[in-house]
């Protein structure tokens, strides 16, 4: 009997262990899976010029769809789309809309959103560099960008999309005077027409 209750006694520690080496496993398993899904998010923030992820607040969306047409042919293109929310909000009022992202994460988060809110036919989602991506079939440019990029997209925007109009938010085109201001912080948008704004700013 004795024998029998230190066997059983014995075999206490050894289940304990095993349970710990198994929870180590799961939670060490769990670690790299969210480390991997995390690093296509943070990695864009080592380029040298970076277009991080902050989503679209419900004011600069509203703020952008107030220079923007209803139910119209044009073609809309948001640069570094992020989670696709002004894409969606765009196509909902009927613009045909797309999202240029390099993260392929939100990518793909942006299709499946898309997907659920109705208007897959009028949204695309391009997985590509900005800066390779050609701007010239748009009629509409959005741009959510930071401040260090700015200089180099106002060069690019000119050069592709002479005749386009477009919507800044958090951060003004440079040199170009917009022509149209919605003043809100950090929800404040710019709006140019790429025809009629190439006057320079006074310094």
Known sequence: MDNMELKSEDSIPKT?????????FATGGIGIGLSVICASFVAPAFRRICLPYVPATTEQISNVLKF?????????????????????????QGLQSDGVELNPWLVWWSRLAAFREGVSPKTKFFRRDLWKFDLKSYDYVVIFGVEQMMKDLE???????????????????????????????????????LSKSHRVRES
């Open 155 to 193: 060069t690019k925007l000119i050069a592709e999309v002479p005749n386009s109009k477009v919507i800044a938010c958090r951060f003004p085109l440079p040199t170009l005077e917009p022509l149209k201001v919605v003043d809100e912080g950090v929800n404040s948008v710019w709006f140019y027409d």
């Open 68 to 92: 923007l047409p209803r139910n119209s042919p044009n073609r809309l293109l948001d640069i570094g789309s992020g989670d696709g929310r002004i894409v969606i909000a765009t196509a909902k």
């Open 16 to 24: 304990m262990t095993m349970s710990a080496k198994c929870l180590i």
